[in-house]
């Protein structure tokens, strides 16, 4: 057998593609919300629907919803420097419009969401009684789900060997996450390489 064709069958190491970023950032001081909406028309301010207020950024693509406590969630940022980016950017246009003093941020990350292919059919049947932890309940959901300790994460896993993560607390769980569970499936024959 050439080295040319043994290559093709050594597994690729699985890669997690972030989604989105859920992160909590706290101000230190009170938002005047309608100081906000007064000099900021493009946010949505509904208190009679919702407490808070929402504030969207394009660059980088983020949606914020702004509290009068002076805490902010931050979604849709696909790093943790968008978080970040989008962070300091909103904090900075309310000093110059006088909305805030100082507003020194503290962030702190929630969740991440991500995606990764396992390289493989999945035998999902045979998975949830080997991993434990699990719930599949096929006529309601196509999706196995199952809960990692270490890290601490929850995958959605389909057949196909794609999987999302929830519930990671940095950038590196979701990989970390996605190559154990490979490996786990792996020592126990659950997953077919797809034919190259």
Do not use: W
């Not at 001081?29 to 207020?53: C, H, K, T, W």
């Not at 406590?69 to 246009?93: F, H, N, P, W, Y």
């Not at 995606?115 to 998975?127: C, F, S």
């Not at 990692?148 to 990671?168: H, Q, R, Y």
């Amino acid at each position: 057998m050439s080295s040319e064709v043994v290559r093709a069958y050594i597994p690729k190491e699985v890669e997690a593609t972030i989604q989105n970023i859920v992160a909590s950032v706290t101000v230190g001081e009170a938002i005047d919300l309608d100081a906000v909406v007064m000099n900021f028309p493009s946010v949505e301010y509904r208190p009679e629907q919702f407490p808070g207020l929402v504030f969207r950024l394009e660059k980088p693509k983020t949606t914020t919803l702004i509290f009068r406590s002076g805490k902010m969630v931050c979604t849709g940022a696909k790093s943790t420097r968008d978080v970040q980016e989008a962070v300091e950017k909103i904090l900075q246009v309310m000093k110059e419009k006088g909305i805030i003093n100082h507003g020194e941020p503290r962030i702190q990350i929630q969740n991440i969401v991500a995606t990764a292919t396992l390289g493989g059919d999945i035998d999902i049947e045979k998975a949830a009684y080997m991993l434990g932890r699990t719930m599949y309940e096929p006529e309601q959901f196509p999706g196995l789900i199952y809960r990692m300790d270490e890290p601490k994460v929850v995958f959605l896993i389909f057949a196909s060997g794609k999987v999302v993560i929830v519930g990671a607390k940095s950038k590196e769980e979701p990989t970390l996450a996605a190559r154990r569970l490979k490996e786990s499936l792996e020592e126990n024959g659950l997953i077919a390489r797809a034919s190259a």
